[in-house]
């Protein structure tokens, strides 16, 4: 099929399919993930190019709308960010060795799922790089199995993600509105009552184009350099933000500050969302054709434990995150957004900010996710040298 008409397709399919509410309970972004993972599965492909033009539009976005109060509450709040992105991250690795071993499964097949069930492809990639050490040491000429436990992981780590920060509101009463209410006051104060952040631009700021585009290129642009900057780290090992993280953090340095000298980099909110569910939505399609192909032929030779391993992984730390987030009384909608940071999901940050139609609860997953980020990354490397 043209790759063309298959993107378009995806997207509306997708869409339909997440517009479906069963007990007020939707998917709907992600709807487009299980769409595009069964045209994956058929042999469909998207050029790379467009899940990661998705990603960094989505982070960079994120960052931008969340900038104004990320500082604030970070500085107020690091300790409990910190906290639970490691516990997410550790349980989730510590789950993984005495399940996999439970169920006799590989240890590069365990650790690919591992970062599936997160949803971290620089997990991925240190996975990949990692357990083909592994092997290459012991001798062993086979393949890395790693992309291929992501794979099985990666559609529940999403969609699960997805689920949970929409029911777990119901389940501990949260009323919303009235939640999101109180959110917005604790990080804007006295802000309350401005119009619409991003589109009062001082009169002494000079503005080069009016619908924000041009912030939004050079949040990327220089999200992608920073992103490509490897920090080395003991044993040989190394770190980056990659795609994911530059973007973020450039957008939340100048969704902050706003300006450089006289030229405003402020850009009108409506533009910001717009960008950041078209961000979403192309991550998605290019995310769920990639995990599609062959998806179906592994889960089937490999069993259905694969499958129930990264649903403990997904969940398990999520739950023992929450309940965490109540002893430190955390509010719960900004325990939802650093759950979405401590699992590195950006799917669950749009079903989130959906579920309350605010961004403030991006300025709490901003704040977890590059601890997260770390944790998994070294937690990938951990396991496969000590497995």
């Not at 100048?254 to 300006?259: A, D, L, N, R, T």
């Not at 759950?339 to 950006?346: A, F, I, L, P, Q």
Request: charged share 10%; net charge neutral; glycine share 12%.
């Amino acid at each position: 099929m043209n790759s063309f008409l298959a993107i378009f397709l995806i997207v509306l399919l997708g869409y339909l399919l997440g517009s479906v509410s069963i007990k007020g309970l939707s998917l709907g972004t992600s709807g487009i993930l299980l769409v595009a993972l069964v045209f994956g599965h058929f042999g469909v492909t998207i050029p790379a190019i467009v899940k990661n033009f998705g990603l960094a539009i989505f982070v960079g976005s994120v960052g931008m709308i969340a900038g104004p109060v990320f500082f604030r509450n970070f500085k107020k709040k690091v300790y409990a960010f910190l906290l639970l992105g490691v516990v997410i991250v550790v349980s989730g690795s510590l789950i993984t060795v005495a399940a996999g071993k439970l169920m006799n499964v590989s240890f590069d097949l365990a650790i690919g799922i591992f970062t599936g069930a997160l949803t971290s492809t620089p997990g991925l990639a240190a996975a990949t790089e990692a357990t083909s050490s592994v092997l290459a040491a012991r001798g062993v000429e086979t393949a890395s199995l790693a992309s291929v436990g992501y794979g099985i992981a990666y559609p529940f780590g999403v969609v699960g993600v997805v689920l949970f920060v929409q029911l777990f509101p119901k389940i501990v009463h949260c009323n919303v509105p009235e939640a999101t209410k109180q959110l917005h006051e604790s990080l804007h104060g006295a802000e309350i009552g401005n119009a619409e952040e991003g589109e009062d631009k001082p009169d002494h700021y000079l503005s080069l184009e009016p619908f924000g585009l041009l912030p939004l290129a050079f949040t990327v642009v220089f999200g992608i350099l920073l992103g490509m900057v490897n920090i080395p780290l003991p044993g040989g090992m190394s770190f980056s933000l990659g795609t994911a993280g530059g973007p973020l953090f450039v957008g939340l340095i100048v969704g902050h500050f706003g300006h450089i000298g006289r030229v405003s980099l402020t850009a009108p909110s409506s533009t910001m969302k717009v960008m950041r569910e078209l961000g979403l939505c192309l991550f998605l399609l290019g995310a769920g054709t990639e995990a599609g192909a062959g998806f179906l032929e592994v889960l089937m030779a490999q069993g259905v434990k694969l499958f129930l391993l990264g649903i403990l992984v997904t969940m398990i730390p999520m739950i023992l995150a929450c309940l965490l987030a109540k002893l430190i009384r955390l509010d719960t909608l900004t325990t939802l957004g650093s759950v979405c940071g401590g699992m590195t999901s950006t799917p669950a940050l749009g079903a989130l900010i959906s579920l309350c139609g605010s961004e403030d609860v991006a300025a709490s997953y901003a704040a977890t996710y590059p601890f997260a980020l770390i944790c998994v990354v070294l937690g990938s490397q951990f396991m496969a040298l000590l497995w």
